[in-house]
């Protein structure tokens, strides 16, 4: 089953990320994906002022292994925020 066009989502040192899958491939037993990543700026500073710290290296991920990726439901999830928007107006 390719996992390419899934919704998926990642925490990176309390920054959530969204995003599609792009790619996929194996090395070894494990699958890898690379994901176009939305709404990402918070996480591009991050990797940014990471990359300052420690020497000018790049520091920025491209390659996910398919274990740390959490494939959600964009619907649901959009539902569970509305909810959530719902009580925070009460």
């Known amino acids: 089953m390719s996992l390419v066009g899934k919704s998926v989502m990642y ?8 995003g599609v ?3 996929e491939e194996m090395r070894g037993s494990w ?5 176009d990543w939305v709404n990402d ?11 300052s710290l420690r020497g000018g290296e790049d ?7 398919v274990d740390e990726l ?14 959530v928007k719902k009580k925070l107006k009460k």
């Open 41 to 51: 700026q918070l996480y591009a500073n991050a990797i940014e002022h990471l990359n």
């Open 70 to 83: 959490l494939f959600i439901d964009v619907n649901k999830h959009l539902k569970s925020l509305r909810d």
């Open 11 to 18: 925490t990176w040192h309390n920054i959530i990320r969204y």
């Open 59 to 65: 520091y920025t991920r491209h390659n996910y292994r």
């Open 21 to 23: 899958v792009k790619t």
């Open 31 to 35: 699958k890898y994906c690379t994901v």
